[in-house]
């Protein structure tokens, strides 16, 4: 009986997933149906971005180790296809094997180099082998990653830099244990490997987050750009940022204040007016409560 029950729960969250995505798949038709002249490229995001929303919305709702499972398994698809194709394009690149005759040398050589510069880095077993291997080196670095994130982000409630970097290191670890980088010290290596991508990974999340958040001062005018930009005058935005004249001092403008930063008569009329019937919509409302 309860390997019945488990069997028809996970029927139910395959079926509840495939009702999601096709709920999703629905929405995205209704809004192409609005557009009279679909384009054929805008029908197929549509629909891709239907059925995603859908499935996401579907996995947000299911117990952690469901999502993380779910994750874990598509970042390891996406790396395993990055990888095979990073073989595949690597294969040609390799040098040639060295003729028997020379190999002496060749290791004579090659231990003075490993001599003078020691790295755990400079081992080449983590980007030499065919596609498959590679697939399976890059389904690892990247499917730990998409698992530690979902679980971290589901027991913190919240995706930030420390995150991101244990997920990396995590990921970078496991990439150094199977590709067997660093051996005859593969420990050493893993942790060594797990904090370069761990610092790596922090960096990049901070310039993304950097780039990503709007300047401090568009803060201090959202009204301000909605307002300008309901009337045709978003040219001006440049003027009220000029003069600071900020979405605090909106109610407050005049005639002589909109003068000073340069902006002509006609708009002036029409932000103040814009103003004025703003302000009294809101007094309208205040009395009717």
Same mark, same amino acid.
């Given at each position: 009986?309860?390997?019945?029950? $488990?069997?028809? $729960?996970?029927?139910?969250?395959?079926?509840?997933?495939?009702?999601?995505? !096709?709920?999703?798949?629905?929405?995205?038709?209704?809004?192409?149906?609005?557009? &009279?002249? &679909?384009?054929?490229?805008?029908?197929?995001?549509?629909?891709?971005?239907?059925?995603?929303?859908?499935? /996401?919305?579907?996995?947000? #709702?299911?117990?952690?180790?469901?999502?993380?499972?779910?994750?874990?398994?598509?970042?390891?698809?996406? $790396?395993?296809?990055? *990888?095979?194709?990073?073989?595949?394009?690597?294969?040609?690149?390799?040098?040639?094997?060295? +003729?028997?005759?020379?190999?002496?040398?060749?290791?004579?050589?090659?231990?003075?180099?490993?001599?003078?510069?020691?790295?755990?880095?400079?081992? #080449?077993?983590?980007?030499?082998?065919?596609?498959?291997?590679?697939? #399976?080196?890059?389904?690892?670095?990247?499917?730990?990653?998409?698992?530690?994130?979902?679980?971290?982000? /589901? %027991?913190? *409630?919240?995706?930030?830099?420390?995150?991101?970097?244990?997920?990396?290191?995590?990921?970078?670890?496991?990439?150094?244990?199977?590709?067997?980088?660093?051996? +005859?010290? &593969?420990?050493?290596?893993?942790?060594?490997?797990?904090?370069?991508?761990?610092?790596?990974?922090?960096?990049?999340?901070?310039?993304?987050?950097?780039?990503?958040?709007?300047?401090?001062?568009?803060?201090?005018?959202? /009204?301000?750009?909605?307002?300008?930009?309901? @009337?045709? @005058?978003?040219?001006?935005? =440049?003027?009220?940022? =000029?003069?600071?004249?900020?979405?605090?001092?909106?109610?407050?403008?005049?005639?002589?204040?909109?003068?000073?930063? =340069?902006? &002509?008569?006609?708009?002036?009329?029409? %932000?103040?007016?814009? %103003?004025? /019937? !703003? %302000?009294?919509?809101?007094?309208?409302?205040?009395?009717?409560?």
């Amino acid at each position: 009986m309860g390997g019945a029950d $488990g069997g028809g $729960g996970g029927g139910g969250g395959a079926v509840g997933a495939v009702g999601a995505a !096709a709920a999703g798949f629905a929405a995205a038709v209704t809004t192409m149906k609005k557009n &009279p002249n &679909p384009n054929p490229v805008e029908q197929l995001a549509a629909r891709v971005r239907g059925m995603e929303g859908g499935f /996401r919305a579907w996995l947000a #709702r299911q117990p952690m180790p469901v999502e993380a499972a779910v994750a874990t398994a598509a970042g390891a698809a996406q $790396g395993a296809a990055i *990888g095979g194709l990073m073989g595949t394009l690597t294969a040609d690149a390799l040098p040639s094997p060295v +003729p028997p005759q020379a190999m002496p040398s060749f290791n004579q050589a090659q231990l003075e180099i490993q001599c003078q510069i020691p790295s755990p880095l400079s081992n #080449r077993k983590a980007f030499a082998g065919g596609p498959l291997v590679q697939a #399976r080196n890059f389904a690892v670095m990247t499917g730990v990653n998409a698992g530690i994130s979902c679980v971290l982000r /589901r %027991i913190r *409630g919240v995706e930030d830099v420390q995150s991101s970097m244990a997920a990396a290191f995590g990921s970078g670890a496991l990439f150094s244990l199977v590709s067997g980088m660093g051996a +005859p010290n &593969p420990v050493a290596n893993a942790v060594t490997s797990g904090l370069a991508f761990a610092i790596f990974q922090g960096g990049f999340f901070m310039v993304g987050q950097k780039f990503s958040q709007p300047p401090a001062d568009d803060v201090h005018y959202s /009204r301000t750009k909605s307002m300008l930009t309901s @009337l045709g @005058l978003q040219n001006y935005e =440049k003027n009220f940022k =000029k003069g600071l004249l900020t979405d605090h001092t909106l109610s407050l403008l005049t005639d002589s204040a909109l003068s000073d930063v =340069k902006i &002509p008569p006609g708009p002036r009329l029409l %932000i103040l007016d814009h %103003i004025q /019937r !703003a %302000i009294s919509e809101t007094a309208t409302e205040a009395q009717t409560v």
